[in-house]
């Protein structure tokens, strides 16, 4: 692939941690916008790109073929409306936006300009998953009966400061970890037929949360903290069970089914992502075949209803219904 130049907004340890893999393969980073213009100019001079004072001044530029969002998601709108307006695809960091109310604005902006927009979650850009879906379309574990997953580790040790943990920055369990859960049942079975939601917040955000997506004869129960460390996923059907450590990156998932094992390996990276997204920019796509703009839209929908019967407003919004 000729080399994909991305433009970046944020300089911070995400921006970082994808941009040491992304340099690996066919890509530079030719641009590079922060409110912090210290770590930005900083950020540019390592990969040799141009920074610029504002964002609107890195559009007008356009010397990049897609732009990276890799701000805290209270700033992903914003950024992503302007950019999706000039006519530049956009990947974008998850969660996409606080709500749904926020994804169906950059999902409306897509469409309007007919460009490019994905949310950047790299469980979905690995072939792993779709073989894990794969298995259970085939019956190879018989029906679902119960879906038990995890993903905790210990935020609330973090710095006061972490946009983690203040509510201003829509800090919490449920947007930063959450997302990766609720979107792996939806992908694999679909929007569910009730949500529950029981958390606990602290400080105007949730620290611990269960969430249970109930479906035609099984439920997913989600387990989510800011208090500990533990991540897991286990799909128990009536044949078999599938499992799956470390399943927001996992390199392997194991099936067993009527006394036999069986173990797929795959690959979760920052480098695969970022190569698929830039492929399906170049080919003129619209919507990520992997990452498909309604099941980010829809997984924010089930979040916002986690959210409310938690109580959880975030001190920039105001309580609305839909």
């Known amino acids: 692939m000729e080399t994909f130049r991305w433009a970046y907004v944020g300089s911070g340890s995400i921006a970082g941690n994808t941009a040491r893999s992304i340099v690996k393969g066919d890509h530079a980073i030719s641009a590079v916008y922060s409110r912090n ?33 890799a701000t ?36 409306q902006a897509s469409r309007d300009n007919q460009v490019y927009f994905c949310e950047a979650m790299w469980t979905w850009f690995s072939d792993l998953p779709y073989m894990i879906r794969q298995w259970i379309e085939e019956g190879r574990i018989g029906s679902v009966r119960r879906v038990q997953m995890a993903y905790a ?52 955000i949730d620290a611990a949360e269960t969430v249970v997506l109930g479906y035609d004869g099984f439920e997913c129960r989600l387990e989510l903290s800011l208090l500990k ?6 799909i128990i ?11 927001h990156m996992a390199s392997a998932a194991t099936l067993k089914s009527q006394g036999k094992r069986e173990t797929v390996q795959g690959r979760t990276d920052y480098l695969t992502e970022f190569t698929r997204a830039a492929e399906e920019i170049r080919s003129g796509r619209i919507d990520s075949a992997f990452v498909p703009q309604q099941a980010t839209l829809d997984c924010l929908r089930i979040m916002d209803a986690c959210r409310q019967q938690m109580g959880l407003i975030y001190p920039f919004e105001t309580q609305t219904k839909e």
Do not use: W
């Open 37 to 69: 213009q210290d770590t930005a100019a900083a950020f540019a001079a390592k990969y040799h790109a141009a920074v610029y004072p504002t964002f609107e001044a890195l559009l007008a530029a356009r010397d990049f073929d897609g732009v990276y969002i």
């Open 72 to 107: 805290p998601h209270t700033a992903h709108l914003d950024y992503a409306l302007q950019a999706l307006r000039a006519g530049c695809p956009v990947l974008c960091e998850k969660p996409a936006g606080v709500s749904a109310a926020q994804a169906s604005q950059m999902l």
């Open 153 to 204: 580790f210990p935020g609330l040790l973090a710095g006061k400061d972490s946009r983690l943990l203040r509510p201003e920055t829509a800090g919490g369990a449920l947007l930063d970890i959450g997302v990766y859960p609720i979107t792996y049942c939806y992908r694999l079975f679909g929007y569910p037929a009730s949500i529950r939601c029981s958390g606990r917040i602290r400080n105007g």
């Open 229 to 234: 460390l533990r991540e897991r996923c286990r």
């Open 237 to 247: 059907g009536t044949k078999g069970r599938i499992d799956v450590p470390l399943f």
